[in-house]
């Protein structure tokens, strides 16, 4: 197994595998006064850095630190993310952006959803949550300080943004086979107007068969490269969850980003496939459903029936 090595100032003659096994047994310490330690022995780091080592130091159990912070920020995220779009569905000027203009959802009915998406998050997300830890340190995930450069984490994030897009693909356009699309992926589909909170409303199975679309290919991706930080990992799962929960905003803007990146889904390309329940299968990119020609919407089907006329003309 390799080692991830720190070393710090006040430790100068030992190589700890991780920052709690440097600090085990845990000391009672408060966070701001291991906050403090950190800044006087360590200059070299930034603010956000000696943030980050301090919380490792506090808790003094890396599983329970990555954990516990990682299930937080997801909760934060998710429904910090969400409120927007909820107060966006109660301005009426807003209005005009709603793809599906006419079905705004009621109150009630994003309150029975996010009871919903609670009850999935507790019992189901948690502990894959709290298993992505080990598996992936397993595989030799990084979670010290310093942290990564913005080119490493953008360049792996994007490539976990491509492969978490064909996995989406394949399995979703799988899920929609009779037998599955029944027993699975039918609660996804109860909304045919979506809305923010509704990216995660979903039969626990299906949260565990795409979620691995969003974890498999971080950790596949550590252990082949060997080169993976968690903080890359956090800022990928962040923007994944934006890119879900604004999908089903179910608002497309004149500054929308597929407005611009032609190749991106956004909230357009998603809200047909749970209007129409058939074609966009992909999550972020639209290349695989036009390569496979299984887009949906008018435009599509406009496409389509040209290109038979087309075929039908040679013929003759
Ligand atoms: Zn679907
Ligand atoms: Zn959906």
């Not at 096994?21 to 850095?49: C, G, R």
């Not at 010290?144 to 897009?165: G, K």
Request: some cysteine.
């Amino acid at each position: 197994m390799p080692m991830t090595t720190y070393t710090m100032d006040v430790f100068k003659n030992a190589t700890y595998t991780s920052l709690a096994d440097a600090m085990l047994p845990h000391t009672q310490n408060t966070y701001w006064h291991e906050f403090n330690e950190i800044s006087k022995y360590n200059v070299q780091l930034n603010y956000f850095e000696k943030l980050w080592a301090a919380w490792y130091l506090f808790i003094g159990n890396d599983v329970l630190a990555t954990g516990i912070m990682s299930f937080l920020m997801h909760e934060f995220v998710y429904f910090g993310r969400s409120l927007p779009w909820m107060i966006i569905d109660r301005i009426p000027s807003m209005n005009k952006y709603k793809i599906q203009n006419q079905k705004v959802p009621s109150a009630k009915e994003q309150w029975d959803c996010a009871k919903l998406v609670l009850l999935s998050h507790f019992t189901v997300e948690l502990p894959q949550i709290w298993l992505f830890h080990p598996l992936a340190q397993y595989f030799g995930l990084g979670t010290t300080v310093p942290f990564p450069t913005i080119f490493t984490m953008a360049y792996q994030i994007a490539i976990f943004f491509v492969l978490e897009d064909a996995w989406h693909y394949w399995s979703h356009r799988a899920l929609h086979w009779g037998p599955l699309y029944k027993n699975i992926h039918k609660i996804h589909h109860q909304y045919s107007a979506p809305f923010g909170l509704a990216a995660e409303y979903a039969s626990p199975i299906e949260v565990m068969i795409l979620g691995l679309g969003s974890v498999g290919p971080p950790i596949l991706w550590c252990a082949i490269t060997k080169d993976l930080h968690i903080l890359t990992m956090y800022i990928w799962i962040v923007l994944r969850l934006f890119q879900a929960i604004d999908a089903h905003s179910g608002y497309d803007f004149p500054w929308s980003l597929h407005k611009f990146l032609p190749f991106w889904a956004g909230a357009d390309h998603h809200d047909t496939h749970h209007e129409k329940f058939i074609g966009n299968y992909s999550s972020s990119f639209r290349w695989w459903d036009y390569a496979l020609d299984t887009e949906s919407g008018p435009e599509a089907t406009k496409r389509r029936r040209e290109k038979k006329l087309a075929q039908a003309r040679k013929a003759q």
